[in-house]
């Protein structure tokens, strides 16, 4: 099992980003979904987090409405729109996935077994 996130870099407060993260070696159908942040001063923080199991989501409150998840099941692949990008948005983002997370624990970074490399992005003022 491998998770595979991409499309980080720098941009401009107001810009977009959208990340990537391609699964090998199980469905992203089959599992839960987070997207996480950290940057060196902060603990690492659900960012949008999408349970395929009974359908429940989490968005971290300063991101929603500029923040989107999405999936392309033919390409095993999921997406972190980010959009009107603030330099407090600057964190290495990961993508992480679990066969089964409990409702509660869905924006919880224990809840999730699998883990991709992260990918830093980086907002200039």
């Known amino acids: 099992v491998q998770l595979q996130a991409s499309g980080g870099g720098l941009v401009q407060t107001g810009g977009s980003l959208n990340l990537s993260c391609a699964a090998s070696?199980?469905?992203?159908?089959?599992?839960?979904i987070g997207w996480f942040r950290q940057d060196p001063r902060r603990e690492r923080d659900g960012v949008s987090c999408?349970?395929?199991?009974?359908?429940?989501?989490f968005y971290k409150e300063s991101v929603k409405g500029r923040f989107a998840y999405s999936r392309d099941a033919a390409r095993n692949t999921v997406y972190l729109q980010m959009n009107s990008l603030r330099p407090e948005d600057t964190a290495v983002y990961y993508c992480a996935a679990s066969s089964s997370v409990i409702s509660s624990t869905l924006a919880s970074e224990t809840a999730y077994a699998y883990w991709g490399q992260g990918t830093l992005v980086t907002v200039s003022s």
């Open positions: 070696g199980f469905s992203f159908a089959n599992y839960d």
């Open positions: 999408i349970s395929h199991t009974d359908g429940s989501t």
